[in-house]
Every structure is written in C-alpha cells, then in structure tokens.
C-alpha cells in the first residue's frame, strides 16, 4: 500500500517515538492518523501496520476492534458526535440528539445517503464545564443550542459544495 | 483565552498562566517563572526532592489520590532496567475536562514536572498519552516539546549534566478503560485496553515491564510548583494532609459553569453559589457528584463540606478527578442512574465477569425502570448486584459503576418508588443556553 508523502513521514516519525524493539507501540497512533487520511481502517491498511510493526495482521485487528474511534466502514465526511452523557445530558444534550437525529433523518452510527454527515451518540468528550458539547471530526462546539446545531449543519452542507 | 472567566475566589497556581498571550509557548513560560523548578531540582538530590513532595502533601488528581511524593519513592531507582515516565492524559470520567486546559494553556507546565519526575528516577524517556479525541492537544503539546529541545530543555547530556531525557506524545483511540493505569500500559503497548493483575504496580513493572513513574497531567503540573514554593508553603495551601490546590470543573444546573482552581478545603456550597453563581433559574440544589461520575453523589444537606479527599472520603465519596457535577430539584434520579450505568457498561472492558455481566444487567434493570416496567423487587436487587460488584472485579472500573449506582439507590429511593407507583415520566426539558 502507497501512503500519501505526509502520512509516509508520519508513520516513519512514529516508528523512531519508541524504544528499538518496541515498535509495536506504534501501531494504534498509526492506525489513528492514517483513518483520518484514508477514512477507515482497511484491509491494507491493516496489512501495512502489521508489516511495519512487525505483528501479525490478526494482531492488529484484534486490537483495533477494541478502540471505539477506530472503524471498518468509512463514516460521513463530517463525522457529528453528540455527547450525552451526564453534564450534557443536564443541559440539554439528549434534545440535542433527537433533534440532530430528526432532522437528518438518521441514527446513531449512520450516514446521510450523500455519505456527507454520519451522526454518533457519544460518552463524555471533555467538555463538561461547557456542555451540551459536540465534536464534528476533532472540532469541539460547545454550549450547543438546538439553533446553534441547525446552523452548523447547514454549513457543513454549504461547505461542500 | 480559556473558556471561562476566571473567579475571584480562585487561588491561582499552576492555572495562574492562563489567559496570558501566547501561555503556551516557552518564552511566556520563561517569563513567568518557567523552568525555575528544574533549575532547583538539578541541584537537589532525588531523595531531597521526593522528601519536598512528601511535605507538600500532593496527592494524586487523577482519581484516587495517593500520595505523589510516596509514588514516587516506590520506583526502584537502581534497577537496570530503563525507567520511563508517563503521563495519563486520557482524561474521560465524566465531569472532567481540566487536563485538557492545563495541556492547551501551559504546556510547558508539564514538561517540567515530567522533567522533574524523570530527574529523580532516572528515567530517559517520557511519553504523555492522550486521549484520541484530544487532537488538537497532541498539536500543541508536540509543538511545546519541539520548542524544549530547541532550548535544550529536552535532548541528551542537558545543563552540562548526564541527565538525558526525550519526550513524545501517545494518542489513545476512544476507550475510558485505557485511563486505568494498567490498561493504558497494555495500550501503550500497542494492545486491546486490558487491565494487568497487580502487583506488581506500574512503578516497579510498568511500560515494557520497567519501572514508570505513571501520573495525571495535574498531578505532573503541580510538581514545579512544589519545588518553587518549597513543601510547607505549599502544603499550606490546603488543609492537613491535602496540600496545595485543584482543578475544579463544574458542571451542570449552575448559573456559571466552568473550571476553577481552588485550595483543597474549599467549601463546596461556595463552589455551587459562589464560582458556580447560584442554581439556574432560582431551583433548589438536589445533589451533587464531588468528583466525576463514579463518586457516590451527595444529598443537598450533605453539601455542606469542605471538597478535600478526607472530608469526602469521611462522607463516604470522593474527590476523584474533580469533576462536579450540580442537579436541581426537578432532575430526576433515575435517569441520571441509568445513565451513568450505560456509560460504564459501553465501557467495561469485557475481561473480568463481575463487571461485564454486573454493568450489563444493571443496565436491563434501570432501563425497565425508567421505561415503567420495574418490578417492587428491582430496587432491592439493583443495590444487591451493585454490592456485590464492589471489590470484586480485575479493575476498579466495577467500582466506579458500582458505587454510584448503590449511592442513588440508597438515598433516592423514593424516586424509583415513585416510578413503580406512577408508571414512566415524560423526558424532562432541561434549559438550553442562550
Ligand atoms: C476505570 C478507570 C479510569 C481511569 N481514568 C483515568 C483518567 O482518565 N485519567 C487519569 O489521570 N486517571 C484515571 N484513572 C486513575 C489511574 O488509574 C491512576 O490512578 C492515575 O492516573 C494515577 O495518577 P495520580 O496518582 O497522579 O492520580 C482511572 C482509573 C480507573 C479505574
Ligand atoms: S458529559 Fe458531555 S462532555 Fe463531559
């Protein structure tokens, strides 16, 4: 598998963070900042992890099932977490779900049919003294209004044209 | 600029750099008394610095809060094996979001502490693994780490010395369990977050079997200034056996939400009404979580008490990561039960039976509760199966579910009664921020 110039570097970088021998630690940061160039975790992508640490590819898929953040099947192009576990569930993140939901007509872990939006349902995200919070990708939104929602999704689609 | 205005009654140390111009690059840090601890500690011995911390009476802010300076002297410094430093930056109890600005605003902050920690072990290496959802985090605290090396505050043979020391960042992918000092080791390790039997304890055999002196981002950022103050000033600051200050981040139905610092000791009505601002459109206080979602809640007449490790632990709850979480007389316990169980069922990590099988049922149960279906025996049998996780599982995070759960159920039971007797309550409408 070719990697991007960047991602190549990335991997090389990583591959000198840990002690000789260890490399193996490398291997869920790489799966990481390559899910974010490629947009899920591949069969390659497996492959080239394995091949670089040294593991087994059964190894690394073992341990990518694991991690939460870490996924087979490519999510939307704007991946919308909506956290509502306790602070956010106190001020307002449970409406903030169902509204999201609604008004994208999906649930959660789904995309919308032009793959641009895919919605999740998260545990606590850091955000809690600023809740309700989202993340869209890495980006933090806090103190999020169900209008505030609207207008954000309204500009991810603008964005895409 | 932080994402809170700061509040009179706060008593600034390691956040006293926030909201300074560019806080986080290292000549805003060398302006305000950056690096000065190090400079001090080169000129210590180990024994002389772990005695400091000793004194200071520091203790952990990551959940437990064991004492930092006896932490550190269980590393055995003569052993040949490498020695590693590690910081947890996994930060993800519910409630807690303080790591993530002492990382963003003082980064440097950090480093020093870390170099402290490895000065006194003998440690070569450090890693600060961070929570994946944290990006932007990894951004910053490697640009901080560039710019230590740049100044010769990180590399080989630094200050004309032997002392060598490396830094670099860890990212995590989305699992709590990996905040647990022994998964997080198992997922350094480049393994499935899996907690390891102890002991031995990560400060004997930690990373790749070695010695790792294993800490939170507070606990490390509060290491310079213990050494710049010197341990009794320090200790001072807080009440007998819990020196200094800390992060407080809190959260729900108050006027003012936000993360303050305060001296341990600080009264915890004065947090609610003072650096909280009062309860949110004129409601009653119904109770408090002290320190993220696992410590048992108290009752609004139980709020009363000064927010240190002992009062709390005196209270039979905890101070835990700091993460204070406020409810109104209109919240609804049951609720708040079921989700905090969902929380610590999506999370358990599945290895050890007590707490996979324990937080799933539990979960069954409060889920037929809130949906109406409780049975007059459920209240009995939740507290029950709770109990009964209580010690018993590989981690503590059956405990963290655990005893929450006995917390609500004991001094909320009228609630749940109330749902046997008048079937399921409509959702309630929190307030959304203007
Ligand atoms: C399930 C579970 C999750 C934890 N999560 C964190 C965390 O996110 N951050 C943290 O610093 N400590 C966390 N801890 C506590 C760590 O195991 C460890 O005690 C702590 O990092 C030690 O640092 P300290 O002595 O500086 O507090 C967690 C513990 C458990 C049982
Ligand atoms: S509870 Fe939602 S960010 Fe912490």
Known sequence: MTLSPALEAKFQKLLTNYPEGRQRSAMIPMLLFAQDEIGSVTPELIQEVAKRIGTQPLQVEEVMTYYSMLHAKPWGKYHVQICTNVSCMLTGGEQLWEHACEKLGIGHRQATPDGLISLEEVECIGACSWAPAIQVNYDFHHKVTPEKLDQLLDSLRTHAV | ?434
């Open chain 2, 1 to 434: 600029m932080p994402y809170n205005e700061p509040h009179p009654a706060e008593v600034r140390i390691i956040s006293k750099r926030f909201g300074l111009p560019n806080s986080a690059s290292i000549d805003t840090y060398l302006a305000n008394e950056g690096y000065q601890a190090l400079d001090k500690a080169l000129g210590m011995t180990p024994d002389a610095i772990i005695d400091e911390l000793k004194v200071s009476n520091l203790r952990g802010r990551g959940g437990a809060g064991f004492p930092t300076g006896l932490k550190w002297s269980f590393v055995p410094r003569t052993s040949p094996k490498p020695k590693y430093v590690m910081v947890n930056a996994d930060e993800s109890e519910p409630g807690t979001c303080k790591d993530r600005l002492l990382m963003e605003f003082d980064p440097h902050q950090l480093l020093e502490g870390m170099m402290i920690g490895a000065y006194v072990i003998g440690a070569q290496r450090g890693y600060i693994y961070i929570r994946g959802e944290y990006r932007y985090l990894i951004e910053i605290m490697d640009r901080a780490i560039e710019e230590a090396y740049a100044r010769g505050y990180l590399g080989d043979k630094l200050h004309g010395t032997d002392f060598t020391f490396h830094v670099r960042t860890h990212t995590g992918a989305g699992a709590y369990e990996c905040g647990e000092e022994s998964a997080l080791l198992e997922s350094f390790e480049g393994k499935r977050g899996i907690p390891r039997i102890r002991p031995p304890f990560p400060a004997v055999a930690g990373a790749y079997a070695s010695p790792t002196l294993l800490n939170n981002v507070e606990t490390f950022s509060s290491v310079p200034a213990v050494l710049r103050m010197g341990g009794p000033a320090y200790a001072e600051l807080g009440v007998p056996r819990n020196g200094g200050t800390r992060m407080l981040c809190l959260s729900g139905h108050v006027n003012t939400p936000g993360v303050y610092e305060v001296p341990l000791g600080f009264p915890m009505m004065r947090v609610v009404n003072e650096l909280g601002g009062g309860m949110r459109a004129g409601k009653k206080l119904k109770a408090v979580v002290p320190g993220g979602s696992s410590c048992p809640l108290l009752k609004a007449e139980e709020c009363d008490i000064p927010m240190d490790y002992d009062s709390l632990a005196k209270a039979k709850s905890m101070l835990g990561s700091g993460g204070m979480i406020v409810m109104d007389e209109d919240t609804d316990m049951v609720r708040v039960a079921l989700r905090i169980m969902r929380f610590y069922q999506h999370e358990s990590c599945g290895w050890c039976i007590p707490c996979r099988e324990g937080t799933t049922w539990l979960k069954k149960l409060l889920t037929r509760f809130v949906d109406g279906m409780g049975q007059p025996n459920d209240i009995v049998m939740i507290g029950d199966l709770a109990k009964n996780m209580l010690g018993r599982t590989f981690c503590p995070l059956g405990d963290a579910a655990a005893m929450p759960t006995i917390a609500i159920i004991e001094k909320f039971r009228d609630e749940f009664e109330a749902y046997l007797a008048d079937g399921p309550k409509p959702r309630r409408e929190e307030l959304v921020y203007a």
